[in-house]
């Protein structure tokens, strides 16, 4: 079963806010990855971070890695209509060489 | 612009009869991964596989599940006999793992969604 427990499972947000949603883990990640999912299509990689403390930035959006390896932090600045969907975090361990994948957090912007 | 492709985008079929889903990976990716996404469960992955060879099948039912990789372009998953329960989005993804490394970034097919009457 999944490791990840994401947060929050959604948001309502008016356009313009700032967005923060994370991923904790009970086990040490080697590798965390943010993924948005719009409806009818496959999730779309947007950040994948490899380093614990690592802040990696993607236009609007932050991602990082936590010191203790166990989560992830995604940011989204000023928030546009566009940003709406589900949002996934994933994490990899090469001790049990497996992917697990947060439960999403659905996004809701309005206008 | 290099993507996974997947087929067929949309199946329905009947309880008992055989589904086959097609994934062509990223050209030059070595590890291909089969995803199933309902509402209750998420994302759970069933199985990969890299350079052509099964690494991790855990998550399949082994009963009617199979999972191949018949050349380095072309990935399937089929189900044999299907079940109601089996309805389901099944994603492919596939990625480039560098000797020495884990598992890192995947790069997802749209999906097959399957609903079995």
């Known amino acids: 079963g999944q490791q990840l427990n994401q947060s929050p499972q959604s948001m309502f947000i008016q356009e313009g806010e700032d967005v923060s949603m994370n991923c904790t883990s009970s086990s040490i990640f080697n590798t965390w990855l943010w993924y948005k999912q719009d409806p009818g299509e496959g999730p779309v990689l947007l950040i994948a971070?490899?380093?614990?403390?690592e802040l990696t930035s993607n236009g609007r959006l932050t991602a990082q890695f936590g010191i203790t390896r166990k989560d992830s932090f995604l940011n989204i600045s000023a928030s546009i209509p566009s940003d709406v969907g589900i949002y996934f975090c994933?994490?990899?361990?090469?001790?049990?060489?497996?992917?697990?994948f947060g439960s999403g957090t659905k996004l809701n912007v309005k206008p | 612009d290099a993507r996974v492709t997947q087929t067929p985008r949309d199946k329905v079929t009947e309880m008992g009869q055989e589904v086959t889903m097609r994934c062509q990976p990223i050209l030059g990716h070595n590890t291909v991964f089969w995803y199933r996404q309902t509402m209750m469960q998420g994302l759970e992955l069933l199985a990969y596989f890299r350079n052509r060879a099964p690494l991790d099948d855990s998550g399949m039912p082994k009963d009617r599940f199979s999972a191949e990789m018949p050349d380095a372009t072309l990935a399937t998953l089929k189900i044999q006999p299907s079940e109601p329960r089996d309805s389901a989005v099944y994603f492919c993804?596939?990625?480039?793992?560098?000797?020495?490394?884990?598992?890192?970034?995947?790069?997802f097919g749209p999906g097959t969604r399957l609903t079995v009457l």
């Open positions: 994933a994490g990899h361990t090469f001790f049990f060489n497996k992917f697990y």
């Open positions: 971070l490899y380093k614990a403390g």
């Open positions: 993804a596939s990625g480039l793992v560098p000797q020495g490394r884990g598992l890192n970034e995947q790069f």
